[in-house]
């Protein structure tokens, strides 16, 4: 029995409409779209605006508020390959096991080496009943800084001197470590920001613990979903999406019952039992995603709609990208806002009229859902800083 092809054009029709890129398939919540993308990224925290309003059918940035501090229904997870990730509630307990828990543990391990070989009178014991009292401090309180609980224990306003002797030795509080421990732990969450929704100065809440899923039956679905969003996906896709080892991706992926499909080249990948079929093309779309948005970032090969000379401009010497002008499932440039709030784009080569039209479409939009605010990527790229220098 031959095995399925999924083409680039089937595979461009599927981002379009599954992750809700084409205007047709746009979301009235937030919540369906860090469904559909499997969590939006939220190490910038801009990158969750930009990217939740780009598949919004009403983008507007106190929708997203909403979802992180009102009905707090997207939680943010130091989760898959040591990224943050706001997924939703239904997600999280299975983001939490299959995930984030296991770097949690790595994470404390490394901050108690570091508070023995860098602070005095940490052990074990301490740090457990420094998180305990934290946790305490909270439930009486409420939501605070880090600041804040320093107050409530002293612990955390404590210092460790890294990098002794070197171009970047600095010293970091306790408290930062502890509480991004804690956060990975899933025991406390970020709340509003003391500021704009681009502010990095922000308070802690307790979470309500999730359910206990054991953590094959979590992997399995943090990859059922991914197959549903991003397939058809090479295991290297898989595997350099999730951090996991190349274990624990076949196991899952064994565990859902993933069907072989051949790519365009010839390549394996996988899909969901019952997806190897076409999907209809949605209507021509464009869009301007930010930095490090999922589409982007979704795949570990990514010649299917970004053309390996286009990386350099795109990209940071990390890997990160920046942001991005899309048209019809391809990346076909790069753009960035100026200070006075213009959102300026370049195309890599002539694509049309048609899609130049669009792009300016969704450059206005984009400029007006934003208003007075001007975004930075905290990850900076060759090209959005040559359109910003030009401004």
């Not at 939680?75 to 997600?91: C, D, H, P, Q, W």
């Not at 979903?225 to 274990?247: F, I, Q, S």
Request: charged share 25%.
């Amino acid at each position: 029995m031959s095995v399925p092809v999924i083409g680039v054009g089937e595979r461009r029709a599927r981002l379009g409409r599954r992750q809700l890129l084409a205007p047709s398939a746009r979301a009235a919540r937030v919540e369906d779209v860090a469904d559909a993308v499997v969590g939006l990224h939220a190490t910038d925290a801009a990158t969750v605006y930009l990217s939740a309003c780009a598949r919004l059918a009403e983008p507007s940035a106190a929708e997203v508020d909403r979802a992180l501090y009102g009905d707090v229904s997207l939680v943010k997870l130091l989760s898959m390959r040591r990224t943050i990730f706001a997924v939703t509630e239904g997600l999280a307990p299975y983001v939490s096991a299959g995930a984030a828990r296991a770097i949690a543990a790595k994470e404390r391990a490394t901050l108690l080496k570091h508070l023995r070989d860098h602070a005095e009178g940490w052990d074990a014991a301490r740090l457990a009943e420094t998180e305990r009292e934290v946790l305490a401090a909270l439930a009486v309180r409420g939501e605070a800084t880090t600041k804040e609980l320093g107050e409530a224990v002293p612990q955390l306003r404590e210092t460790m001197l890294m990098s002794v002797g070197k171009a970047y030795e600095a010293r970091q509080s306790v408290g930062s470590r502890l509480l991004r421990l804690l956060a990975s732990d899933g025991h406390v969450r970020r709340c509003r920001p003391r500021g704009s929704w681009l502010s990095s100065s922000y308070p802690w809440a307790l979470v309500p613990q999730w359910p206990d899923v054991p953590v094959r039956e979590a992997k399995a679905e943090v990859v059922r979903r991914w197959l549903a969003a991003y397939g058809p996906g090479t295991v290297e896709d898989v595997k350099w999406w999730t951090g996991w080892t190349l274990g624990e991706v076949r196991t899952a992926l064994a565990d859902v019952g993933a069907r072989g499909v051949a790519l365009a080249d010839g390549a394996a990948a996988l899909v969901l039992p019952g997806d190897e079929g076409p999907v209809a093309d949605p209507e021509p779309w464009a869009a301007l995603l930010p930095a490090l948005d999922p589409a982007v970032m979704g795949w570990r090969g990514r010649d299917w709609y970004l053309r390996s000379e286009d990386v350099p401009a795109l990209f940071d010497r990390a890997g990160n990208a920046g942001p991005t002008v899309w048209w019809c499932g391809e990346v076909v440039g790069g753009w960035a806002q100026r200070a006075d709030g213009e959102v300026v784009w370049r195309l890599f080569r002539d694509v049309g009229v048609e899609a130049e039209r669009a792009v300016a479409v969704e450059a206005g939009r984009l400029a007006a859902w934003l208003g007075e605010v001007r975004v930075t990527p905290r990850f900076r790229t060759p090209l959005e800083r040559e359109l910003v220098a030009k401004g």
